[in-house]
Every structure is written in C-alpha cells, then in structure tokens.
C-alpha cells in the first residue's frame, strides 16, 4: 500500500489556509504527555487546572484553542475552558480549566487541545 505525502501545502485563489499551530493529547490523572506538536510540557496547576506550554513562540497571544476531555464514567467526565483569570494567556502558554458538569474542577485520563492562529 503506497502513503501518500504532502510536501507542499498551496493556498487557492483567495482562500486563506490555517493550520495547527500546537497540538497536544494528554492524561490529566498523572499529567502525561501521550503525543503533541509544538508543546513543550503541561503544568499541572492543581485538580483540573493546567497550564499547556509550548516550544515555539505564536506572534502574539491573539490565538483560539479548542479542547475535549473524558473519563471513565460520568464522574470523570469534564469540558474544557480558557483559565485566564489567574494565568494570562502568552505566546508560549495558556491555561484550561476541566470541569465536570456540575462545574467543579475534575482531573481526566483523556485531554485534547488544539491551537489554531
């Protein structure tokens, strides 16, 4: 079976490309990295609070981040969202905050975030 590789990537006539610019999956239980792109490291800043920290400078902090989380069982089970109101958002980190549905903090074995500039 051939693999098929993209070595250039073209933009057409008036459309724009945006790419990933970090990407990382990790277990939020004992804060581990299981695969990522551009990211150094996660803090981890206490039960469902952490702090994605990545390898390269963005050119400013005006990026969005997108993020999922689940457990085992509905306990576990958590959203992701910014955490700007102790941790500011820079060009090499920002914070998220998992909670549960009842909005109480909650570590996950399963955290997904991808950064988009």
Do not use: C
């Not at 551009?38 to 990026?63: E, K, Q, R």
């Amino acid at each position: 079976m051939s693999t098929l590789r993209l070595t250039t990537l073209q933009t057409l006539t008036g459309v724009e490309v945006f790419t990933a610019k970090a990407w990382v999956n990790f277990d939020g239980t004992n804060v581990s990295i299981r695969g990522s792109g551009n990211v150094t490291s996660i803090t981890d800043n206490g039960i469902g609070y952490y702090t994605v920290n990545m390898t390269n400078a963005l050119a400013d902090a005006n990026y969005s981040f997108t993020g999922a989380s689940g457990g085992l069982n509905s306990s576990s089970n958590g959203a992701v969202y910014s955490y700007d109101q102790l941790y500011t958002k820079t060009t090499t980190a920002f914070a998220i905050a998992v909670l549960n549905v009842s909005g109480s903090p909650v570590d996950t074995p399963h955290i997904m975030v991808t950064v988009h500039r």
